[in-house]
T-cell receptor, first 113, second 113 residues
Framework: DAKTTQPTSMDCAEGRAANLPCNHS???????VYWYRQIHSQGPQYIIH???NNETNEMASLIITEDRKSSTLILPHATLRDTAVYYC??????????????FGKGTLLTVNP | KAGVTQTPRYLIKTRGQQVTLSCSPI?????VSWYQQTPGQGLQFLFE???????NKGNFPGRFSGRQFSNSRSEMNVSTLELGDSALYLC????????????FGQGTRLTVV
């Protein structure tokens, strides 16, 4: 699986949009970008994933650049409960493929009042 | 819909003992994967089971093993426990097919003394 690079930490004011970048310059054509987050001592929580088109769900939006070498996770209105470590993961997806997530160190997002 | 259930939540064992952890996936999910999380190494993939077969294995010693039952429930076993095995053990459940997300349990916190 391709390697990802994320900033170690970021701050965001409550109510503002949080934009978390991820670099995956070696991504292959059959690799998806997944985002998970982990609130202290809890299991990781799935947020969103995409291949090349931008995606949006009730939690967040995922913007993937046209060359697919980087992406941005957007939390439109951050709250204190969004404080967590956010992981950007690139995963090979093919028919019947095994399911393995390779976690990096992620970005610690701190939402401040 | 019930989430992923891991039991027990907390466990204290003595060096040299063995331990079995249990994971009940989301109903209908056939893939269960296991991860170890430590402060030093982060989240690391242990193995994945799909329809009672191990599909993928991480880089862990043979003391770590697992199995999956016909109802998709999975167990993970660690024999001859070492102090370094103290960690949060997480299991993730997914449909196991292409382009799906995985959902994590709350984990089992294992302490080896």
């Amino acid at each position: 699986d391709a390697k990802t690079t994320q900033p170690t930490s970021m701050d965001c004011a409550e109510g503002r949009a949080a934009n978390l970048p991820c670099n995956h310059s070696t991504i292959s054509g059959n690799e998806y970008v997944y985002w998970y987050r982990q609130i202290h001592s809890q299991g990781p929580q799935y947020i969103i994933h995409g291949l090349k088109n931008n995606e949006t769900n009730e939690m967040a939006s995922l913007i993937i650049t046209e060359d697919r070498k980087s992406s941005t996770l957007i939390l439109p209105h951050a709250t204190l409960r969004d404080t967590a470590v956010y992981y950007c993961i690139v995963r090979v997806v093919s028919g019947g493929s095994n399911y393995k997530l390779t976690f990096g160190k992620g970005t610690l997002l701190t939402v401040n009042p | 819909k019930a989430g992923v259930t891991q039991t027990p939540r907390y466990l204290i064992k003595t060096r040299g003992q063995q331990v079995t952890l249990s994971c009940s996936p989301i109903s209908g999910h056939r893939s269960v994967s296991w991860y170890q999380q430590t402060p030093g190494q982060g989240l690391q993939f242990l193995f994945e089971y799909f329809s009672e077969t191990q599909r993928n294995k991480g880089n862990f010693p043979g003391r770590f093993s697992g199995r999956q039952f016909s109802n998709s429930r999975s167990e993970m076993n660690v024999s001859t426990l070492e102090l370094g095995d103290s960690a949060l053990y997480l299991c993730a459940s997914s449909a196991g097919t292409a382009n799906t997300e995985a959902f994590f349990g709350q984990g089992t916190r294992l302490t080896v003394v």
